[in-house]
């Protein structure tokens, strides 16, 4: 399907079935950029980096100061995660998850034709980076909410450890102390494959997501991003946060 300019609409694949057809290129002039990625998409990143290295040395290397700052840090991340899946719903097209969400046998065949090295190009992710970033944004998520009921005999309770029963707790805070290896594995495969598209098939995404800009080529999802408003950005970011520390005020009658 197409819009009102012509560009696709960046609708889901059809189960099964090769990714969406080329889109046309975008009409730049020689030597511009078009959008990839939008401000409030790039600032989630970069913040999540920042604060999962946080996470690490605010739980292994301080004490109970350090643990007050990693239950602060797990609200952030939280929140961080809640207002991902709604600019995942409502925000820019590149952002949006019907644009990277595509059938197991569409990811199958990307990640052969990367091994093949056949040119494959996408201005968002393509289908087997849109399944990793499902996968982490699902790993942080069960970390963030299996930390509200993690318990520290020693030191400190998270907030709503009071309202399962111990054994629950106890296997929650397994969840939570072993979750953390996995998602960190699950980081290291990501920091590869970047590094390996940039050697492999001389594709930087890193740089765009830095600058928010790529260069104009038959991307297979659309031609150029459809921005949302940096409005509506801080308007969710304001009911991820009320989504998050609402239920946990009502039920623990604190934050901390």
Known sequence: MTDATGQSDGGPPEPGAEPRSTAPRAHTPDGATVKAWDVPTRLFHWLLVALIINAYLTRYYYDDIGLFWHMVNGYALLILIAFRVLWGLFGTSTAQFRSFIYSPVAIVRYGIDFITRKTRLFLG??????????????????????????????????????????????????????????????????????????????????????????EPRAYEDEAQARVASPWLALLLLGVATALVLGPVYLLNGALL
């Not at 299996?146 to 296997?171: C, M, N, R, Y």
């Not at 072993?178 to 594709?203: C, M, P, Q, T």
């Open 125 to 214: 992710h393509n289908p087997l980076g849109g399944f990793v970033v499902v996968v982490m944004l699902g790993l942080i998520a069960l970390q963030g909410v299996t930390g509200l009921f993690a318990a520290d005999d020693i030191l400190t309770e998270a907030p709503l450890v009071s309202t399962v029963s111990s054994q629950t707790a106890e296997q929650l805070d397994w969840i939570h102390e072993n979750g953390f290896d996995w998602l960190l594995y699950l980081i290291g495969l990501h920091i590869f494959a970047s590094f390996a598209y940039l050697v492999w098939k001389r594709e930087n995404l890193i740089l765009p997501m830095l600058t928010g800009r790529k």
